[in-house]
């Protein structure tokens, strides 16, 4: 065999090498951004569903039994006209006594308060009368303006700690189900180009749930894998795994096209 040759041989094999090493890279990255983006869509539709319930759950209630408006004030003088505008930011939290029924978990207790929170703005202008001796009359308010809402995107957040708690009292399987796992890395992988056969399977601290695939096998030291469902306290009991049985195959396909292209 011509010393030409064994360099080519040499060359080609590198080339396959460094080819798969960059294929494999390039498919753990895409692997792990679907686990990411499953998991937080699994985690924003069941906070979604506890935020239906509850704004269900506020209006079957109906009037609430006490309310408490916590304000944040800012003052603006305006020398040039003598007014000083008086701006209120606050949460006006309404609490609503309400029989524990209304929940699905059982809690132990005979009653729960169910908290609504609202966005209040306000402005009031007041104008400030000046005597012929210079000296402040007082002031007599000249417009009012209140603006009540409900909580924006972010104030939404506040909820969510709560929420999650409540959450965490469910078992897995009232919480998820097989169907929506198996659609929503079907999807992600589409999105990304990658058509391959996977299994997948929820486990709560390295323990199978009844949330997986028939043939999922699990592998502790599989770096396909991320966190589901944190508890109120940001604790995580849950992860989501798949696996991919035909990997080799399709790897070796997609450097076989690759070789094909540049032929």
């Known amino acids: 065999m011509s010393v030409s040759l064994l360099g080519i041989i040499f060359i080609q094999g590198y080339w396959i090498k460094k080819t798969i090493d960059f294929k494999e890279e390039e498919f753990d990255t895409a692997v792990a951004g679907v686990l990411l983006k499953v998991t937080d869509k699994i985690a924003q539709r069941e906070l979604a569903s506890y935020y239906d319930k509850f704004l269900q759950l506020k209006d079957s209630v109906g009037t609430p039994q006490s309310a408490h408006l916590k304000n944040f004030l800012f003052l603006d003088r305006n020398l040039s006209t003598n007014e000083t505008m008086v701006y209120s930011h606050g949460i006006l939290e309404e609490d609503y006594n309400m029989s524990a029924a209304f929940f699905d978990n059982a809690m132990g207790i005979d009653s729960t308060i169910l908290k609504s929170f609202r966005s209040e703005k306000s402005s009031l202008t007041y104008k400030e009368n000046i005597g012929l001796d210079g000296k402040s009359l007082g002031f007599t308010p000249v417009e009012k303006l209140i603006i009540s809402q409900e909580l924006s995107e972010a104030d939404k957040t506040l909820f ?30 589409k999105v990304r180009g990658i058509d391959i056969d996977f ?24 770096p396909y894998k991320a966190p589901l469902f944190e508890d109120g306290m940001g604790n995580v009991d849950f992860s989501l795994h798949v696996s991919f049985p035909k990997k080799g195959s399709f790897l070796l396909g997609s450097i076989m096209s690759l070789s094909l292209i540049h032929i």
């Open 199 to 222: 299994e997948y399977g929820v486990y709560s601290k390295e323990l199978p749930t009844r949330i997986k695939s028939k043939s999922f096998k699990y592998n502790p030291s599989s």
């Open 160 to 189: 969510a700690t709560g929420f999650r708690e409540l959450a965490s009292r469910e078992p897995i399987h009232n919480r998820l189900e097989r169907q929506e796992v198996y659609f929503q890395l079907e999807q992600e992988f």
